[in-house]
């Protein structure tokens, strides 16, 4: 069976900083994984993907994640926050058998804060 | 392309009465999904579809039914609804081919059952 933690369910980061959000998953097959953001009262947009080419994957608005097999993780960050960057993140990973279904991590909520 | 539609965007229902969310997504795509997404929990799958006229249950779909007769239009249907029903449902599709895995979701309807 597959599954995904997010460490974190609430982040507050100043302007400027580093945003880190954290992301293991589990899995007997080698996974494919997904960073989603949710912006207030939105539906969800694909962030990046990892899908076993480059280990290190860039997303969209500055965003990169780092795959690393030895620790299961999939780590979203950024190096510089900024206002906009305020929403929840969730993490997925891909049902192994097909279809595409995903499972989703509880999710984590970045505030940033002048 | 307008991608996923979801209406309606907010209903409150009583308990005991029924409703059909409706889903349409203008991508072609051969697989579609039905979500509920509460506080803290993530989004859980209820229901998903590999195409017209194949179906099958996802994680939570005690309370709900399904039908899928054209590959555009995935409706949710929800018989004798339940205070447990109150959430945000999102629909999603992905197009099911070769190293194409992401899932591209709908708006979001919020259910308020009283």
């Known amino acids: 069976a597959q599954s995904v933690t997010q460490l974190g369910s609430h982040v507050s980061v100043s302007e400027g900083a580093l945003v880190l959000l954290r992301c293991n998953y589990s899995s007997s097959v080698p996974p494919y994984l997904f960073w989603y953001v949710q912006y207030p009262n939105q539906g969800l947009q694909l962030l990046l993907k990892y899908t076993s080419a480059a280990t290190l994957v860039k997303g969209i608005n500055g965003f990169e994640a780092e795959f690393k097999k030895s620790e299961t993780s999939f780590h979203l960050t950024k190096p510089s926050a900024h206002m906009s960057d305020a929403a929840e993140y969730f993490c997925a990973v891909r049902v192994s058998g097909g279809y595409n279904k995903l499972i989703f991590g509880a999710g984590t909520r970045l505030a940033v804060h002048p | 392309n307008a991608g996923v539609t979801q209406t309606p965007k907010f209903r409150i229902l009583k308990i005991g009465q029924s409703m059909t969310l409706q889903c349409t997504q203008d991508m072609n795509h051969n697989y579609m999904y039905w979500y509920r997404q509460d506080p803290g929990m993530g989004l859980k799958l209820i229901y998903y579809s590999v195409g017209a006229g194949i179906t099958d249950k996802g994680e939570v779909p005690n309370g709900y039914n399904v039908s899928r007769s054209t590959t555009e239009d995935f409706p949710l249907r929800l018989e004798l609804a339940a205070p447990s029903q109150t959430s945000v449902y999102f629909c999603?599709?992905?197009?099911?081919?070769?190293?194409?895995?992401?899932?591209?979701f709908g708006p979001g309807t919020r259910l308020t059952v009283t």
């Open positions: 999603a599709s992905s197009p099911g081919g070769q190293g194409t895995y992401e899932q591209y």
